[in-house]
């Protein structure tokens, strides 16, 4: 096994440390707002807005995990140390933290998927915002669908109603 930190080379960590530690000590403002998808609730297109930014949140957590984990790595002989070790170290508890809000809002991304997947859209509005959620769901995947869902987000981003001129776009900020 090669060589280990000792506990005072820890202190080392950087100021980067402190920022990632800041950032990842907020709560969800996805579930500030109260309960997600309430069941008489009839916008679907904001709701899947809501489920947009839910996904954004559990991929900055991720991505906030992933810096920790970095950090670690570069400091420390973070890959060789067994889990006693991992557990002591200044960002275990951060770490540990986020991956509990990973998973927590993991299990709620999908149980409001599957609540928007039975759901029918009655407007272009709704169609545009389930095209969105799909993009998104896609878009990591690059398959051969990914293509076809990006033009056709594109296309609706932009395009408006040729009767009454509306924008097919909702009014939130829904974005992929």
């Not at 000792?6 to 990632?20: E, F, Y």
């Not at 995990?65 to 950090?71: R, V």
């Not at 545009?128 to 769901?137: D, E, G, I, N, W």
């Not at 296309?155 to 001129?165: I, M, Q």
Request: glycine share 6%; hydrophobic share 35%.
């Amino acid at each position: 096994m090669g060589q280990r930190q000792k506990t005072s080379d820890r202190s080392r960590l950087s100021a980067l440390s402190g920022l990632v530690m800041r950032g990842s000590s907020r709560s969800s403002s996805v579930t500030r707002k109260g309960r997600l998808f309430p069941e008489n609730d009839q916008d679907l297109a904001a709701d899947c807005e809501q489920w947009i930014a839910l996904d954004k949140e559990i991929e900055g957590l991720a991505s906030r995990w992933s810096d920790l984990e970095s950090l670690s790595a570069c400091q420390l002989d973070y890959f060789k140390m067994d889990t006693l070790e991992l557990k002591e170290l200044p960002l275990a508890s951060r770490m540990e933290a986020i991956d509990t809000d990973c998973r927590r809002l993991g299990r709620l991304r999908m149980a409001a998927l599957n609540s928007l997947g039975r759901r029918r859209p009655r407007t272009i509005h709704d169609v545009f915002a389930q095209l969105m959620v799909v993009s998104r769901l896609l878009e990591l995947e690059r398959g051969t669908a990914w293509p076809l869902v990006r033009n056709a987000r594109k296309f609706l981003s932009r395009a408006r109603c040729p009767e009454c001129d509306a924008a097919y776009r909702p009014r939130g900020k829904l974005r992929a």
